[in-house]
């Protein structure tokens, strides 16, 4: 009896251990006891303006992500983040939300629209002037919002207000890069829409930076509310109940669009999700023991996203294509979706399809090799004509030197046919034109003779 006690008593002492730890984790993430009020507020406020040195700063951090951008360099675009002043009227507008300001929140949207405005005009100055005009894969990343944009905003804005409102801020600085990161690269290719007059990417970045600021808004509004921040006090009591009217509808307004276009967010990726793992696995089988998909496409929309699946082989059924269907809808979660699949209409063996490919190639690499041989000839004859010429040219000189009196001289190889005979052969054959146009046969033969033991040959003819 005496040696089960102890035994009966650890799962007891277990829990209370890990209730004490749980209690202890509690107190050290607790936030209200550090919160610094006042300088919280003060900080933020200082940080809404936008003018003097900080509309500089922002301009030229603007122009180093633009080049970042470009040129496709991840270590440029966070260099400019490291110097960008963008969360001072995102976090203001936040606060001012949370605390009921009325002229916090309009000092915060007047210089949130010149702190666009300024970061347009930077970046569209830019892209126009530059020589480099092709879009990028960091600017095509930052046209089309994604779930895990919401999730950089919403978590860097978290991170931002919680360290803005500790009495030591040991990490504001790396808080706020945070918060950049999600809010420059898109003002940038909002920039590069404008100049190259592409709207649809001007709109989608704008769509993405419009989201990014509401969640680093949202967050720093529900941290203000969590930590219990003051809310601003007003003499006239109906003029604080007018301005908590006021901001509650603005409020409804800007959350209402927001919330839809996240849901939105959620929906198409998991839809990618989903359709990636279902194309993906649905390979693995039998209905596509003897076929071969080659391409997928995705393509998403609120009622009735679609797959389109190329398959080569053997045709499916409509049976076939009915059940991949329904196991897409009931196993994969894509209910509302349309699976398309495109057929060749030809039966190809898949075990074949290595031979067939490699025939391809061995008749690529026959007609590689008539063309190299076409090639050759042709250089080869090319060489001869400029050698002929070049001996030509030789041969009158040394002719002009011995009759002066021969006004013009021709030598080329000649390709004759007897059409009696039906024999053909190639003679060299030389022009001769002399000043007083009369004849010269003895001069004539002579030139015959020498221009023989010249060319190395035995018959030669003479044209007048």
């Given at each position: ?14 829990l ?5 730890w ?5 107190q ?8 610094d009020?006042e ?22 951090a ?6 970042g ?9 966070i260099g400019a983040?490291l ?15 949370g605390?009921?300001d009325?002229?916090?929140m309009r000092?915060?949207?007047t210089?949130?629209?010149?702190m ?8 569209t ?7 480099l005009?092709?879009a990028?894969?960091?600017l ?6 994604t779930?895990y944009d919401v ?7 978290s991170?931002?207000?919680v ?8 990490i504001a600085v ?9 809010l ?8 590069y829409g404008?100049a190259?007059?592409q ?12 989201i990014?600021?509401?969640?680093i808004a949202?967050s720093?509004?529900?941290f203000?509310?969590y930590l ?7 003499v ?5 109940t ?8 603005f409020?409804?307004i800007?959350?209402?669009p927001?919330?839809i276009a ?15 793992k ?6 693995e089988t039998?209905y596509f023991e ?21 398959v ?5 059924t ?11 809808r009931t196993?994969y ?9 495109k ?7 898949i075990?074949?399809q290595?031979?067939?490919?490699e025939?391809m ?22 060489s ?9 040219t030789q ?5 002009y ?10 030598l080329?190889?000649?390709?004759y ?18 000043k ?7 001069a ?12 190395e ?8």
């Open positions: 009896m005496n040696s089960t006690a102890p035994k009966e008593k650890q799962p007891s002492q277990f209370k251990k890990m209730r004490y749980f209690k202890r984790l509690l050290l993430m607790q936030l209200k006891e550090d919160t009020y300088a919280t507020i003060d900080n933020i406020t200082k940080s809404v303006t936008f003018q003097g040195m900080n509309l500089w700063i922002l301009f030229f603007i122009i180093v992500a633009s080049v951008l470009n040129v496709n360099s991840t270590a440029v675009i983040m110097i960008s002043p963008l969360m001072g009227p995102i976090n203001g507008l936040g606060l001012a939300i605390i009921f009325e002229e916090l000092k915060s949207l210089n949130l629209v010149i666009v405005v300024i970061s347009l005009l930077a970046s100055l830019y892209f126009f002037i530059s020589p005009g092709d990028q894969s960091e095509l990343a930052r046209t089309n919002p779930l999730f950089i905003a919403f978590f860097g804005g991170a931002g207000i360290a803005l409102s500790r009495k030591n801020q040991p790396i808080s706020g890069v945070a918060i950049a990161t999600a420059m690269p898109p003002l940038c290719t909002a920039g404008l190259t007059l709207f649809r990417y001007f709109f989608g970045a704008l769509y993405l930076f419009f990014n600021s509401f969640f949202l720093t509004f529900l203000v509310r219990g921040f003051p809310e601003t006090r007003y006239d009591q109906k003029r604080a007018a301005v908590k009217r006021i901001i509650t509808i409020t409804i800007v959350i209402i927001s919330l996240a849901i939105n967010m959620i929906r198409e990726t998991a839809f990618h999700t989903q359709a990636k279902f194309v993906t696995e649905i390979q039998p003897n076929r071969q998909v080659f391409n997928v496409e995705r393509k998403f929309s609120r009622t009735e996203p679609v797959i389109t699946m190329s080569v082989g053997a045709p499916l409509s049976a076939d294509i009915t059940e991949i269907q329904q196991t897409m196993d979660g894509l209910k509302n979706s349309k699976l398309v699949i057929q060749t209409g030809e039966t190809i063996d075990t074949k290595n031979e067939i490919i025939n190639l061995n008749k690529k690499d026959e007609v590689i090799q008539h063309q190299d041989s076409i090639i050759q000839s042709l250089r080869s004859k090319v001869d004509m400029e050698q002929s010429q070049s001996l030509s041969i009158a000189k040394e002719l030197v011995q009759y002066p009196d021969l006004a013009d001289f021709a080329e190889t000649i390709y046919s007897n059409p009696q005979t039906g024999n053909s052969e190639t003679i060299p054959t030389v022009y001769l034109k002399w007083d146009g009369n004849s010269h046969k003895q004539e033969e002579a030139i015959v003779k020498w221009l023989k033991v010249r060319l040959v035995a018959e030669l003819k003479v044209i007048h």
